[in-house]
């Protein structure tokens, strides 16, 4: 019997929900991979919970002031970190700190905000190469849509030419409301804030940060390019009128917000902005707050993928849907 010690880092929506899903897939982890999962440490900013034993459902909300930190989840003895605090890309901090120092140990880690992978994606994969760690990262990269697995792994067998997607809930669902149901830009973002899934700074979704972020790591970690935000032409949609909704309307086009990469002679073009769709095109027919990534590859055609879930499970899910990849890693290397 294996044993795999996780600590989790954030203890917000994301954090919380797969601190439950976690512990209550403990017969799963067994029976497919032959591993007892124990949960050894949880922190936020400035409290957090240790128990080598293993932290059970009730203990979540007994959190001690003073327990957070680097060397805290060090301490903990967890082999696996799930990274799932704030995120901000303009200084990779505070998932960085953890990041770095898990992987550094050789420690794995599943990380699931995105400000550390833009901001120091080059060191990051550095130290998975030099420690020999994973760095799983399916919950930054759109969480349940599955974006990564498919340049990792399905789509392998070809070289991505084009990649476009819509990877932001909020914005697609701000699109999709004004167009479909003819509501205002603020109605419709505070519909996105109140289902939980647009950002505490809605900025992020609407001026197209988040989605800049997802096409950036998805850019650097699933096609091995090395691109940096200034590399970027970034459009959001604060800027769009129910005037210019409606003039699409009667000209049978569909807006989303797109990120989009296409590789040319001499680089790549990575984008983000409004693209308008026939009604027939699949991306045209992705609703509310569903994403989608359209693949191009040169050997093995074009694929689309269209999904979501409900926040914070379907995220969560995402993040230990790569604890699994890593628990049957393990197996597979026998005892
Ligand atoms: N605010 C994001 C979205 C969720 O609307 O897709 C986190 O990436």
């Known amino acids: 019997m294996r044993v795999a010690k996780v600590a989790i880092a954030g203890v917000g929506g994301v954090g919380r929900a797969t601190a439950m899903l976690l512990l209550s897939r403990s017969a799963r982890y067994l029976r497919l991979y032959r591993t007892e999962v124990r949960l050894v440490a949880v922190c936020g900013s400035r409290s957090g919970l240790c128990d080598p034993r293993g932290i059970e459902p009730g203990q979540l909300d007994t959190l001690e002031p003073g327990l957070s930190g ?29 990041i770095r120092s898990a992987l550094a140990d050789g420690r794995d880690a599943i990380v699931v905000s995105k400000g550390a992978l833009v901001h120091s994606g080059r060191e990051l994969r550095d130290l998975t190469r030099i420690s020999g760690a994973n760095l799983k990262i399916s919950g930054a990269t759109a969480g349940a849509l599955p974006t990564i697995d498919l340049v990792e792994h399905s789509l392998l067998g070809g070289t991505v030419l084009r990649l476009e997607g819509i990877l932001n809930a909020t914005t697609n669902y701000l699109l999709d409301a004004m167009t479909a149901r003819g ?153």
């Not at 040169?298 to 694929?303: L, N, P, Y």
């Open 183 to 335: 509501i205002g830009f603020d109605e419709a973002l505070q519909e996105a804030q109140a289902g939980g899934f647009a950002e505490s700074d809605p900025r992020n979704d609407t001026e197209g940060w988040d989605t800049a972020s997802k096409l950036l790591i998805l850019a650097n970690f699933g096609l091995g390019l090395d691109l940096t935000m200034d590399d970027l032409v970034v459009q959001g949609i604060q800027s769009v009128t129910g005037e210019q909704i409606a003039a699409l309307r009667t000209e049978n086009l569909v807006p989303k917000l797109i990120g989009s990469l296409v590789r040319e002679s001499g680089g790549v073009r990575a984008e983000v902005g409004i693209r308008t769709y026939s009604p027939a095109d699949p991306l045209a027919l992705v609703r509310g707050k569903n994403k989608a990534v359209r693949i191009i590859t040169d050997a093995m055609g074009e694929t689309v993928a269209i999904g979501s879930g409900t926040e914070p499970l379907a995220t969560s899910a995402a993040a230990l849907k790569d604890l699994e990849h890593i628990l049957a890693a393990r197996s597979a290397k026998g005892p």
């Open 70 to 98: 680097p060397e805290f989840m060090t301490a903990s003895g967890a082999d696996i970190l799930i990274e799932a605090g704030p995120s901000d890309f303009r200084t990779g901090r505070p998932g960085l700190d953890y």
